[in-house]
């Protein structure tokens, strides 16, 4: 990473690597020159998804991740909630959700970067997603 990468952050479970992933990714890269991808650990996962989810263990996961053009970096078993001292720490700039998933939070995982004004919401939705990937199985 350079001193002048603007860094979009992104998290989530990445499970089954597809092409909604990586459009979204490549949809990501379009808002920072250094996109960091945080990976949720199993549990994390579970905890927000349910029981049957992931289907792919971290490891799977992060390499899936990690193999793609619009990753700059990764964190394994990344936090759902994004801290002041984490995005102080990588230099965040944005950090982006997407707009999947049945997630259930304790608490918003997003209030940080919300009350400083870096947070940004993709609405945009793909063809394909893990849970139309799982029902066509």
């Known amino acids: 990473m350079k001193s002048n990468d603007k860094v979009v952050y992104v998290s989530g479970s990445f499970d089954m690597f597809h092409p909604g992933h990586l459009k979204f990714l490549k949809k990501v890269h379009e808002f920072g020159s250094f996109v960091i991808v945080g990976v949720h650990d199993d549990e994390t996962v579970r905890k927000y998804k349910g029981n049957d989810y992931p289907i792919g263990g971290l490891f799977e996961r992060g390499l899936c991740v990690l193999s793609c053009k619009y990753t700059d970096d990764m964190i394994m078993a ?22 999947y998933g049945k997630r259930k939070y304790d608490e918003d995982p997003y209030a940080v970067p919300k009350s400083i004004g ?3 919401k993709l609405d945009e939705v793909y063809e394909t997603t893990t849970e139309n990937i799982i029902v066509r199985i």
Do not use: R
Not at 78 to 99: C, F, H, Q, R, W
């Open 78 to 99: 990344a936090p759902a909630k994004i801290t002041l001292d984490m995005i102080k720490t990588l230099n965040i700039s944005v950090v982006i959700e997407g707009a």
């Open 118 to 120: 870096i947070y940004k």
